[in-house]
């Protein structure tokens, strides 16, 4: 009896230490996934000193001077000097014991930008969120909208760990798809109140339209407003004839996404979008090379029903989110292919997706040719004249990038669209102000993050180069310059981003970037070559 006793202590103990160990090899897992030479943070106090501040609300830089952040909040905004006279140490704010400094001489901070159509990868694409993630981060990126995606479930998890800081990551909202997740596709108002109701439950932030029926867009839209919950729009083509921007707008509506919608409210001689009779809207050339044409058939520039129409949607306190970048490729398919990242840091599976295909979404190049880009050149001229003069009049224009498809990759396609609102006819202030105040304004954040002020999250961007001078220079890849010695060199990228008091070093962010895509071609045996090239 007593040698069992002693076999069954023996198991105890054994069963004991088999848990210690199990325990002892999560937490160590746990602290691997948490720990990152690329993230530190939050500190009990952080000082970044002596940078050029660029607010966010469209006032003139400013400094040099000293931004305090205690946890994660901006506690102090000190001005310690003037341009090019010595600082005096005794104007400075003192370093508490535990805390860091950020010697910012020279650099200029920004508040973190705000993409707003940011989708956390995809299956298609072989892309998943850690990659994007340090993407997004690398590129001063601090808060995405997601429109849609992989279900609220899959980002509202790791919207929760962004939360946590387990993972490496930026703040995140959730905008569900409209009916995803439906056990039976919506068809009466009725379920499409249910359906909002529940998507609240669940957590979402907001809902993703693509447009319905309009009965039911009206129910959906008035049941969401009810909640508090905001909304954007992409109005695909299989709706918009019935159910076009001012429709959205005036059912409640908050954003609508790229375009789409928008030109159908302005036509004043048609009620449908010119299709030729061989259109096929599953053949993506048809869809996208038509859409090139779409702004030519609207309203001319400035014509009353023009003047209308972009009137009553700034009454309606309306969010354009347009998205330029990701349609850049169908002016110029050349520069989008050959852009100089894609060798470094794209991923071969997401390469892959780009290429000519008649399933792949984004990737009409069939037999795209110099018609289409024409056709599309002179679609932005009067598409970017509907944005300037909107953003003149009062109305909000935020930054999205909606990257992943068309050759836009994650985080570099972002600072695309900040070249390409500085092109539509903002001035780099305005740039810096679409890409966060109006953003967090869009958002219902706007007392939270968006500029640097005090008692607001500190979401800040530290580049050590001036944007307003030059964009590029935020770019992970950096500026070309030449120096006084004929000497060709890279100036700029983004050197820490900030979320919420942790600090990102955007060099390192990049580097892990590197080398995911490096050990996936390794694993592939791929090399990256262009369209038709063995």
């Known amino acids: 009896m007593q040698e069992v006793f002693f076999i069954l202590l023996k198991i105890y103990y054994m069963k004991s230490l088999l848990s210690i160990l199990i325990v002892f090899f999560l937490t160590t897992v746990k602290a691997q996934e948490n720990s990152n030479s690329a993230a530190e943070g939050p500190f009990s106090q952080l000082i970044i000193r002596g940078a050029t501040l660029i607010n966010g609300n469209g006032a003139p830089p400013i400094g040099p001077v000293d931004i305090t952040v205690t946890n994660d909040k901006i ?62 981060l690398a590129h001063g990126i601090t808060t995405v909208r997601e429109p849609s995606g992989r279900g609220v479930a899959y980002t509202i998890d790791l919207k929760k760990r962004s939360q946590k800081n387990e993972i490496i990551a930026p703040r995140i909202l959730a905008y569900t798809g409209f009916g995803q997740g439906s056990k039976e596709p919506i068809s009466t108002p009725e379920q499409a109140r249910e359906w909002v109701r529940n998507n609240a439950k669940n957590g979402a932030d907001g809902i993703k339209f693509f447009g319905a029926e309009p009965d039911i ?59 030729p009779l061989d259109y096929n809207y599953q053949n993506e050339q048809h869809r996208f ?63 892959r997706f780009y290429q000519p295909s008649k399933i ?37 224009v935020t930054a999205g990038s909606d990257s992943g498809f068309i050759f836009q990759l994650y985080g570099f396609a972002y600072i695309r669209e900040l070249e390409l609102l500085r092109e539509a006819g903002f001035h780099p202030l305005e740039v810096i102000r679409a890409a966060t105040l109006n953003g967090a ?14 008692g607001k999250s500190a979401d800040l961007v530290i580049v050590g180069e001036n944007p307003l001078q030059n964009l590029k220079v935020l770019y992970g890849t950096g500026a070309i310059k030449l120096t006084e010695q004929n000497e060709v060199v890279r100036v700029g990228g983004v050197k820490y981003t ?19 895509v490096s050990e996936a071609k390794e694993k592939e045996q791929f090399e990256l070559k262009q369209p038709g090239i063995n």
């Open 360 to 396: 792949s979404h984004g990737s009409y190049w069939h037999f795209w040719g110099t018609e289409e880009e024409v056709a599309w050149k002179e679609n932005f001229k009067l598409w970017m004249t509907f944005i300037n003069e909107y953003k003149n009049r009062g109305g909000r």
């Open 289 to 351: 090379g038509e859409a090139g044409k779409l702004w030519k058939q609207a309203a001319a520039p400035y014509s009353d029903h023009w003047n209308s129409v972009m009137n009553e949607l700034i009454d309606l306190d309306f969010t354009l989110v347009p998205t330029f970048n990701i349609y850049e490729a169908s002016r110029d398919l050349h520069r989008a292919r050959r852009a100089e990242w894609h060798e470094t840091y794209t991923l071969p599976s997401l390469w």
């Open 75 to 136: 506690t102090s905004i000190d001005v310690v000097g003037y341009p090019g006279v010595a600082i005096s140490e005794g104007r400075r704010p003192k370093l508490k014991t535990g805390g860091k400094e950020i010697d910012a001489t020279g650099m200029f901070v920004m508040p973190g930008f705000v993409d707003m159509h940011g989708h956390i990868g995809g299956d298609a694409q072989g892309a998943d969120w850690d990659y994007v993630f340090r993407l997004w």
């Open 441 to 454: 304004e869009a958002l219902g954040l706007d007392k939270l993050i968006g500029s640097v002020e005090i």
């Open 498 to 516: 900030i979320r919420e008091g942790v600090v990102y070093d955007a060099h390192q962010l990049l580097i892990e970037v590197e080398k995911m």
């Open 217 to 275: 867009m009206t129910a959906a839209l008035d049941e969401n407003k009810k909640l508090g919950l905001r909304s954007a729009c992409h109005h695909a083509q299989l709706s918009v004839a019935r159910w076009n921007v001012l429709h959205s707008a005036r059912a409640g509506l908050t954003s609508m996404e790229h375009w789409y919608g928008l030109p159908e409210a302005l036509f004043d001689d048609r009620t449908v979008q010119n299709y």
